[in-house]
């Protein structure tokens, strides 16, 4: 009976068909696994069948459709085991079969792709431009230094024609993936030794053997972050189920070095933008930690209660292991916080939201008649105060304020410091306390307790550009200093929640250790394109605080339509065109659970569920954390939307009322600094919510569109 594996290739394919070619899928994969190997070359439903001068003569093509082929890698050496690379269309079929070539690379022993007809092409076109070249990138390292690391003849010959950096990611997307990742960390200044040991020890399995094997069933099992062995009958139609689960968690080659790294002298970072998998790579860092120890405790925690359960939920399907699940603890930074203090105080008091806080400092205002509004005292509480951790007038009249942008004298911080004192009195007279006010005192107790009782080995912070100094303490104190003490990983393009912070002010220090990601895994790259404009001209802190971070080579492999942007008369016409366009993808054989609607209020997504459940469309809201088994589209707020995927996305009520959103920009009069930030912020999040779009984005307003919008008007 032949055995069949599954290519990242594959998937990539497989989500985007439309329900009857993903049943004929179905079909031709249960047919394929019932026959013999003799009756499956006979077979003329499936139709196995060569490929006319291909690359690799062990492309195969099987039917799915009249009009639609499988592409397989079949063994040619006794082997048993066939690798599904893609489906596609019937006559792309065969030209996409035929320009590639799957080879075994010498150093890794994994099974690898190239297009091997566009390496040649650009390679020929390249070797004419570089004798002109005042340097070449890779001429320092030998031809044996270069194939010690894995390089074959034909990446060897294109490499030798690389003038610099941009010119080799340029050629990437076409190189197979091993060798570009040796040639990245070369151009990156690192020794063929380091290559060697980051990323060639790394991806090579321990059982490989020192012999070039070409066998196909040989080269799949050392390649298993790239594919998936169907080891039984009923696990296919189990995959194939849910093929969106499986990818949410699947870590692709470029992640690998960083998540499974042996180990770090200490704090590590990971940042990326949108869709490059820092969350997958946290995930498998965690499976990683967990392997090295049978009773090390780890912390997994991001900002929010969605986010929170998202993690949950993919680390028990990358784990499937209860006694491993067990020993990682998976909340929010201020649950963990809640928590400790409980243990270690006995009693936390009662915390209080943005709103009620605002309200305290609205009254201490009137009280004291200050020339300040509340939203000014709430930040510099916030921004200065907390985020060093003052605690005495004297304090406060010493820190440095940078970042804000009103001035301050000595008589005025004096004023400021008896409001903050009112603040924190009447709240303590009240029984409550900000979040992170608790998050504040569970560092104190932390720095005094017992770590083995109450803290952990590893902590893997995810989405952390939006972490409150206050609360990056409490993670500090949450783990002995020490190796793999800190997993970090981030966006800043995505600080939705106004949080700055210097990690190296914090005793955390990533100086060497800190790595970055710049494929989109998920998203097309029209809806990375569209999505990247929102923020073109920003300038953006990079995570640590301490310089400027950029999208530069921030690219998506994927391609598909352009998202559809378009303005309505009224907001019935918009929800109208919603539904409709929601039906559209439900046809096309997207689950209405890998559909999400999103809005800045609550109010707006209060009338898109009244539509879409009037129109028979079933529809859930993530607060309510549905479980993926919970059928219906997913209403959030684009707050809410912070970390989660969606093969399709509607983003509704875009104006210019709710992007930007006045009670959330301070007055340009009151500090013209948190002003710009504040709508950098607004930027980000609509940044943020678009990005969730794997393969469609529909973006609607009615009335005045967001200003932000100035480049989408027009439809597709």
């Known amino acids: 009976m032949p055995h069949l594996a599954l290519a990242k290739s594959f998937w990539q394919s497989y989500d985007v068909l439309e329900k009857p070619i993903r049943a004929g899928v179905r079909k031709a994969m249960e047919k394929f696994q019932q026959l013999t190997i003799a009756e499956l070359y006979a077979d003329k439903g499936l139709h196995l069948e060569s490929v006319n001068n291909a690359r690799d003569s062990r492309m195969r093509t099987i039917r799915i459709t009249d009009f639609w082929r499988g592409v397989v890698l079949a063994p040619d050496d006794g082997s048993d085991t066939f690798l599904l690379l893609n489906v596609v269309p019937h006559d792309d079929a065969y030209t996409w079969a035929a320009n590639r070539l799957y080879t075994v690379n010498s150093a890794t022993r994994g099974l690898e792709v190239r297009d091997v007809v566009a390496i040649e092409q650009i390679t020929q076109a390249m070797e004419k431009a570089a004798p002109q070249a005042r340097a070449l990138l890779f001429a320092r390292h030998s031809d044996t230094v270069l194939r010690d690391l894995g390089i074959d003849d034909q990446v060897l010959r294109a490499a030798r024609t690389v003038v610099d950096k941009p010119q080799l990611e340029a050629f990437g997307t076409l190189l197979p993936e091993d060798q570009f990742e040796v040639l990245q960390y070369l151009a990156e200044g690192f020794s063929p030794d380091e290559v060697y040991r980051d990323v060639v020890a790394e991806r090579r399995p321990a059982h490989a053997t020192q012999e070039r094997s070409e066998n196909l069933a040989t080269a799949i099992a050392n390649t298993t972050t790239r ?108 649950a963990f916080a809640n928590r400790t203090v409980r243990a270690l105080a006995g009693r936390v008091p009662t915390p209080v939201g943005d709103v009620d806080e605002r309200q305290v400092w609205r009254r201490v205002c009137r009280r004291l008649t200050l020339p300040w509004p509340e939203q000014f005292l709430a930040q510099e509480y916030r921004h200065v105060v907390l985020a060093h951790d003052i605690r005495s007038r004297e304090a406060y009249r010493e820190v440095s304020r940078r970042g804000r942008g009103t001035a301050l004298g000595p008589r005025q911080r004096d004023r400021v410091w008896d409001a903050v004192e009112m603040f924190t009195a009447e709240l303590a007279a009240a029984g409550t306390v900000t979040h992170l006010q608790v998050c504040a005192r569970a560092a104190d107790l932390l720095q005094h307790a017992d770590l083995a009782m109450h803290g952990f080995q590893h902590v893997v912070v995810d989405e952390a550009q939006d972490l409150h100094p206050t609360q990056w303490r409490v993670l500090r104190a949450a783990a002995a200093p020490g190796p793999d003490d800190l997993f970090i990983t981030g966006d800043p393009h995505q600080r939705i929640y106004d949080s700055r912070v210097s990690l190296n002010s914090l005793g955390i220090s990533v100086a060497g250790r800190s790595s970055r990601l710049r494929i989109n895994y998920r998203s097309t790259e029209e809806i990375l394109s569209w999505s990247t404009e929102v923020l073109s001209g920003s300038r953006v802190e990079d995570l640590g605080g301490d310089g400027e971070d950029s999208l530069t080579g921030y690219r998506s492999l994927l391609h598909g339509k352009r998202p559809h942007a378009q303005g309505y008369a009224n907001i019935h016409a918009e929800m109208r065109a919603l539904v409709k366009r929601v039906r559209e993808w439900l046809d096309q054989g997207v689950a209405a659970s890998e559909i999400a609607v999103c809005a800045r209020f609550n109010t707006t997504l209060n009338t898109v569920h009244d539509e879409l459940t009037a129109a028979g469309v079933p529809a859930v809201r993530v607060r309510d954390q549905p479980g993926a088994a919970v059928d219906g589209v997913r209403l959030a707020t684009m707050h809410a939307m912070k970390g989660l995927e969606f093969r399709c996305v509607a983003m509704v009520g875009i104006t210019a009322r709710a992007l930007p959103f006045e009670k959330e920009v301070t007055p340009a009069e009151v500090d013209q600094v948190q002003h710009d930030n504040d709508l950098l912020r607004e930027r980000c999040l609509l940044f943020v919510a678009s990005t969730r779009a794997r393969e469609a984005l529909h973006v609607s307003w009615s009335g005045s569109p967001s200003p932000f919008l100035e480049f989408a008007a027009g439809g597709d």
């Open 227 to 334: 594919m998936m062995l169907v080891t039984r009958p009923d696990e296919l139609a189990e995959i194939l189920e849910k093929p969106f689960a499986a990818w949410r968690v699947f870590l692709h080659p470029s992640q690998r070095r960083t998540a499974y790294r042996m180990s770090y002298r200490g704090p590590a970072q990971v940042t990326g933008g949108p869709g490059t998998g820092k969350t997958v790579v946290a995930l498998h860092r965690v499976k990683h930690l967990l392997s090295r120890s049978s009773d090390s405790r780890i912390l997994l925690t991001t900002y929010t209660n969605a986010l929170a359960a998202a993690l949950r939920e993919n680390l028990a399907l990358l784990l499937d292991d209860e006694k491993q699940l067990a020993r990682v603890e998976v909340t929010t930074v201020n």
